[in-house]
């Protein structure tokens, strides 16, 4: 690929998507990365604090969802590849509000490529003669990041890959379902240069913490708060570090194919109530408590509705095509984790406070 490249990272304030832009920026200096983020609760510009002032880094404020927006970014720009990290993407607020997601996941993402086929003016009959020459001159890349939960709920054997049938189950996995399809669609019809990925549970710093493994440390760290725990706890995730996914998803920029779909899981299968039982003793253990004492704040809640059992993900695709492996195991990676949120408890209250909005409005508004 050529040494020079412009790359939009949808989403780039999220969870995942700080983490790909870091990466990118620091390990590419020759790339220009713009990042694209609305900004809703989950996205976060101090995530990106210590690269935000890089020369090849620029951030716009606009939401999929504004074609207009869309179009000046990449008439500004002119991105050769792009990153679409951008969802609603907590099963939790799917139930609640599942429009939100329908309107961003699904109508957001046909925008995106929408805009992506006018500036790249990609056809079915060019990218056909393209790869039957072996042609190369056409580098641009679309990267769309998906997820396990599309594939529905395993039983206690078994595991995903790329040839798993769709069986979605919560407005928020039939959503990012569509927009896979959506995206397989552009490529098959138009010709757009689509890779899809899909990946198991992430996990690491920054993460907002709605999500399991942030929301029961900051709850243990408070002291007085339940642990809540769907059910028995008897539910199965896969856990993947996040760095672990981004170089998965780096890989896939640089040595996948158009028209394929790569799967990355950690090896890593535990039951919720393990895993928090897990992060309890290694809390007890950097906190200086007695063994057992943040366990007592486990509660056993109500189950979610339409909660699947198991997901795991069989990623030996991604290893043996791109030469891709998971770096950290869960033990190490978990206690990684840990340490970054009790070294950043300012960070971890700010985000669930709103004190994070005044920031951005003294800091953001005016650039």
Known sequence: MNDRRNILVTGGAGFIGSHLVRHLVKQYPEYKIINL????????????????EAENYRFVK????????????????????????????HVDR??????AFIDTNIRGTANLLHICRKHWQTDASTASLQAEKGAVENEKRFIHVSTDEVFGSLGDQGLFDEETRYDPRSPYS?????SDHLARAWQHTYGMPVIVTNCSNNYGSYQFPEKLIPLMIRNILKGDQQLPVYGQGLNVRD????DDHVSGLVAAFHNGKPGETYCFGGDNEWKNIDLVKKLCEIMDDKL??????????????KDRAGHDLRYAIDAQKAKDELNWMPSQDFESGLRLTVDWY??????????????YLDYYNRHYTNR
């Open 37 to 52: 983020d609305k900004l809703t609760y989950a996205g976060n510009l101090e995530n990106l604090r210590d690269i935000e």
């Open 62 to 89: 606009a939401d999929i969802n504004d074609a207009d927006a869309l179009d000046a970014v990449f008439g500004a720009e002119a991105p050769d590849a792009v990153f679409h990290l951008a969802a609603e993407s």
């Open 94 to 99: 799917s139930i609640e509000a599942p429009l």
């Open 174 to 178: 039939a959503s990012k379902a569509a």
């Open 239 to 242: 856990w993947l570090l996040v």
């Open 288 to 301: 200086g408590r007695a063994r057992g004492t943040s366990a007592q704040q486990i509660r056993f809640v």
């Open 342 to 355: 009790l070294s950043n408890t300012d960070w971890l209250e700010a985000v669930t406070s709103g004190s």
